[in-house]
Nanobody, 115 residues
């Protein structure tokens, strides 16, 4: 089982930036894909960004050009750099990992975009 610990959420004004971090309990070389989902109040959880072990990335249309997913393999950590944040980006952001037919989830971190 891969344990995931998220950090970096908070309150930011529209147009601002935040960077989320997701630290895995084992080498991310052994994980097929990692990424981020988000869930806003009253809405379904939606995929935000994915990074595969082959370094392929995928983004939701709503965040393309504003969010960037990356990794630091030495730290077993995946990041989500979020720029030009909008109020509609407000949600709980969940890190996930897909490996060997299993999925693991982080505890979630709140991102609030408000003036």
């Amino acid at each position: 089982q891969v344990q995931l610990v998220e950090s970096g959420g908070g309150l930011v004004q529209p147009g601002g930036s935040l960077r989320l971090s997701c630290a895995a309990s084992r080498s991310i070389f052994t994980i097929y894909a990692m990424g981020w989902y988000r869930q806003a109040p009253g809405k379904q959880r939606e995929l935000v960004a994915t990074l595969t072990s082959g370094s392929s990335t995928n983004y939701a249309d709503s965040v393309k050009g504003r969010f960037t997913i990356s990794s630091d393999n030495a730290k077993n950590t995946v990041y989500l750099q979020m720029n030009s944040l909008k109020p509609e980006d407000t949600a709980v952001y969940y890190c996930y990992a897909h490996y060997s037919g299993h999925n693991s989830w982080g505890q979630g971190t709140q991102v609030t975009v408000s003036s």
